[in-house]
């Protein structure tokens, strides 16, 4: 991974991440939506421009790649690349929810 990409992606903001978990399995930019919708329960909805300039960039990058078309529908799936960063990023999220939890105990 070169450093433009480690500057860029990490830390990752919401949408970035959302995109990245969901294309572990091929989809489409709506069902994207859908998912991050239904996962966040409703608190994050991808509007359209949001989504598609994320997608674009994130493939201009190697971190998702074009599959097929299926419906004229564009379908993604996370690359190597892609598959690295989320890592790094879950890894983050992973030790600032531990650090959190380790001071609420030392507070109470």
């Known amino acids: 991974?070169?450093?433009?990409?480690?500057?860029?992606?990490?830390?990752?903001?919401?949408?970035?991440?959302?995109i990245l978990l969901c294309l572990r399995s091929e989809m489409h930019g709506y069902g994207i939506v859908q998912k991050v919708e239904q996962l966040t329960e409703g608190q994050i909805r991808l509007s359209p421009g949001t989504m598609y300039g994320s997608l674009s960039k994130m493939e201009k990058d190697g971190l998702i790649g074009f599959v097929r078309e299926e419906d004229k529908r564009k379908i993604y799936k996370i690359t190597p690349l892609g598959t690295q960063v989320l890592e790094l990023e879950m890894d983050r999220i992973g030790r600032l929810y531990r650090n959190m939890m380790e001071v609420r105990e030392n507070e109470g």
């Open 1 to 18: 991974m070169n450093d433009h990409i480690r500057k860029v992606y990490v830390p990752m903001t919401e949408t970035g991440f959302y």
